[in-house]
DNA sequence: GAATATGTTTAAAT
DNA sequence: CATTTAAACATATT
C-alpha cells in the first residue's frame, strides 16, 4: 500500500493535474466506506473547484470549493488511477472523478477498504514529517510497546507503515524489537533523524522515478523491507519475524533496548 | 492450495 | 482501569 512518501507525491501529482479544475461528475460505484450518502457526496462536491490535494497522514484530502473536504484512505490494496472521458473503468472501482477537460481519477480496491470520508475530523496527531524532537522523545519516554508498534500507530505519529518502519528502524541500527521507553536518549535522538531522512530520500526518488504522473507506490530502492531482500546495505543477512502480525526485517547490526 | 502481504478496528490479554 | 497485543477483515499474488 501506500505509505507516506507514496501519498506525499500522489499529492503532487494531483495537485499538478487537476488542481484549479471543475469537478463534472463524481461516480461512486461503491458506497459501502462512505460515511454518508452517495447522494450527498455528489451534491455536496459535484460543480465545485478542486482549489488543492494534501496529504494527512496516510490519508489524502481533496478541498473543494469554499469549505468541502473529502478524505480519502486507500488502505491496503487502493490505488489511483488516471481515466480520460471515453475510456472504460479499470477493474474495481469505487469512485471515478470527472474534472473539465475530460480528464478524470479512479480510486480502485480490490479489497473494497478504501474509505472516503467528507468532512474528515480534524487531525490532531504529529505527522512523521513534522513531529518535534522533544514531542518525539517525550513520547517514547512514556511508551512500553515495542518501538515499531509505536512508529506504526496512527493515533501517535502519522504516516508510518510496515515498510517503512523497517527502513528507519534500520537507519536508526535499534531493533524493531526494542522497547520506546527503554532506548536511551542517544539512540532516540538518531531514531528521529533517521524518521525524517528515509522518509525524505524516499520522496525525492519517487518524484524523480515517477515523473510526475500517477504510478503506484515504488518500493525497488527498499534496503531491508522485503522478502526477496537477502543482505542489508552493509552485507549482514536479514531476518525476519512477526511483530503484531506483521513481518519484521532487521539485522544483527541493529541493537535491541529492553 | 497454503502462505504471504497489508492498515485499521475490535476483541483479548497483560 | 490503562496499556499492549492478537485476531479479524478480504483477496491478489507468490
New binding site residues.
Given amino acids: ?1 501506500a ?1 507516506l512518501p507514496d501519498l506525499t507525491v500522489f499529492a503532487l501529482t494531483l495537485n499538478r493535474k487537476f488542481k484549479g479544475k471543475r469537478l463534472k461528475k463524481l461516480e461512486i460505484f461503491i458506497a459501502k466506506k462512505l460515511n454518508v450518502t452517495s447522494l450527498e457526496l455528489q451534491k455536496r462536491l459535484e460543480n465545485q473547484v478542486l482549489e488543492k490535494v494534501d496529504r494527512v ?3 489524502l484530502q481533496f478541498r473543494f470549493g469554499k469549505s468541502e473536504v473529502l478524505g480519502l ?1 486507500l ?3 487502493g490505488e489511483l488511477k488516471e481515466v480520460s472521458k471515453d475510456q472504460q473503468l479499470p477493474p ?1 472501482a469505487i469512485l471515478s472523478f470527472h474534472f473539465t477537460g475530460g480528464i478524470g481519477l479512479a480510486v480502485t480496491d ?4 478504501a474509505t472516503a470520508t467528507l468532512k474528515p475530523a480534524e487531525n490532531i496527531v504529529p505527522d512523521a514529517l513534522d513531529i518535534k524532537e522533544s514531542d518525539f522523545i517525550a513520547l517514547l519516554s ?5 518501538i515499531k ?1 509505536l512508529l ?4 501517535l505519529i502519522g504516516g508510518i ?3 517503512y518502519a523497517d527502513e528507519i528502524l534500520w537507519d536508526a541500527r535499534i531493533s524493531p524489537l526494542s ?3 527503554k532506548i536511551p536518549n542517544q539512540a532516540a535522538k538518531k531514531l528521529y533523524k533517521s524518521i525524517s531522512d528515509v522518509l525524505e530520500i524516499a520522496i525525492s526518488a519517487m518524484k524523480k522515478e515517477n515523473k510526475g504522473e500517477l504510478r503506484g507506490e515504488l ?1 525497488d530502492f527498499m534496503n531491508i ?3 526477496n531482500i537477502k543482505k542489508s546495505p552493509t552485507g549482514k543477512r536479514i531476518q ?1 519475524e ?6 519484521a526485517y532487521f539485522t544483527e547490526e541493529q541493537n535491541f533496548y529492553g
Fill in positions: 500500500m505509505e497522514g496516510k490519508t484512505h488502505m491496503l490494496r474495481n480490490s479489497l473494497k477498504q512514556k511508551k512500553s510497546k515495542k508498534t506504526m500507530d496512527q493515533k507503515g510496515n515498510s522497547i520506546a521507553n518500493r523491507h522485503g522478502a525476519s512477526k511483530i503484531n502480525g506483521r513481518t
